[in-house]
């Protein structure tokens, strides 16, 4: 199985989607640092009892890592300090999958040689796994569409067309 970690956008995004058992369905597991942990709780998102939940599971694993490393990252590529630690994170485990959702991170994160896969590419991976059927996962594509997802409507426009060929 491929070690996969990940930012927090992905994870809120599927826990709103109520669908954070994909994780295990298809990775086994995700790794996270605690500064995201503590970032998702900190914010007070609706999601946090689910994932909460996810975290006793096992589904997601919270790794300490070094904030320093994770702030001379941040600074050297302009990214966010809990993508970076998610950086941090992803090296010292020898990750294959980086999720995330922001553009700038996918670049930085495709440069060091990550595959890099988000919210969309989960379900759609979701579908070809049989996890979800297509008219599940248009459902939830439009869903993420009608909320405040932060990911470009056109793009998922794409994908619900993807879905429908």
């Keep these: ?12 995004h599927l826990a709103k989607l109520n669908e954070l058992n994909i994780i295990r ?12 942990e503590l970032e998702m709780v900190r914010y007070q998102y609706d999601e946090v009892p689910i994932i909460e939940k996810t975290v006793r599971q096992g589904v997601l694993r919270v790794y ?6 994770a702030r001379s990252i941040a600074g050297r590529y302009r990214i966010h300090i809990g993508e970076a630690h998610v950086k ?19 670049i930085v994160a495709k440069s060091e040689g990550f595959s890099v896969v988000g919210t969309i590419g989960i379900v759609l991976r979701g579908v070809i796994h049989g996890y979800f ?13 009608a909320s405040d997802f932060r990911i ?8 619900i067309d993807s879905l429908e060929e």
């Design 88 to 106: 941090v994170l992803a090296e010292e485990l020898h990750a294959e999958i980086f999720f995330s959702n922001e553009r700038k991170v996918r």
């Design 133 to 145: 059927t297509k008219e599940h996962a248009q459902g939830m594509l439009k869903n993420l569409k």
């Design 152 to 159: 470009h409507p056109s793009i998922i426009d794409r994908a």
């Design 25 to 36: 369905e298809l990775y086994m597991c995700v790794h996270i640092p605690r500064y995201i």
């Design 1 to 12: 199985m491929q070690r996969v970690v990940s930012d927090s956008d992905v994870i809120i």
């Design 64 to 69: 300490e890592t070094d904030d320093s490393k």
